[in-house]
């Protein structure tokens, strides 16, 4: 079992930056993909960025690529995800996830555990 507590969220002007982090509970976390997503009022939740297990694979979204940056220190049990040139357009709650194996990294339904969310929201 995993559990994922993010942190880092808050208001920032447009052009800013912020740092989230996701701290996992449990041995297994240096095994598992970790990814980002997100969630507008009334949208559905969108994936943002995903890391594999060691570090050695990225992959993101085109709405975020070149801004966003995702990384984890497995001694930490820590995913972070430094975003930066921040748009009105990212205001969302940002969520993390892990899962022992994903295939299609965009799908939701492939990650077995969620944190509860942290809100970011980028002022005009």
């Known amino acids: 079992q995993v559990q994922l507590v993010e942190s880092g969220g808050g208001l920032v002007q447009a052009g800013g930056s912020l740092r989230l982090s996701c701290a996992a509970s449990?041995?297994?976390?240096?095994?598992?993909?970790m990814a980002w997503f997100r969630q507008a009022p009334g949208k559905e939740r969108e994936f943002v960025a995903t890391i594999s297990w060691n570090g050695g694979t990225t992959y993101y979204a085109d709405s975020v690529k070149g801004r966003f940056t995702i990384s984890r220190d497995n001694a930490k049990n820590t995913v972070y995800l430094q975003m930066n040139s921040l748009k009105p357009e990212d205001t969302a709650v940002y969520y993390c996830?892990?899962?022992?194996?994903?295939?299609?990294?965009?799908?939701?339904?492939?990650?077995?555990?969620w944190g509860q969310g942290t809100q970011v929201t980028v002022s005009s």
């Open positions: 449990g041995r297994t976390f240096s095994s598992y993909a």
């Open positions: 996830a892990g899962a022992s194996y994903v295939r299609n990294p965009r799908a939701t339904t492939q990650y077995d555990y």
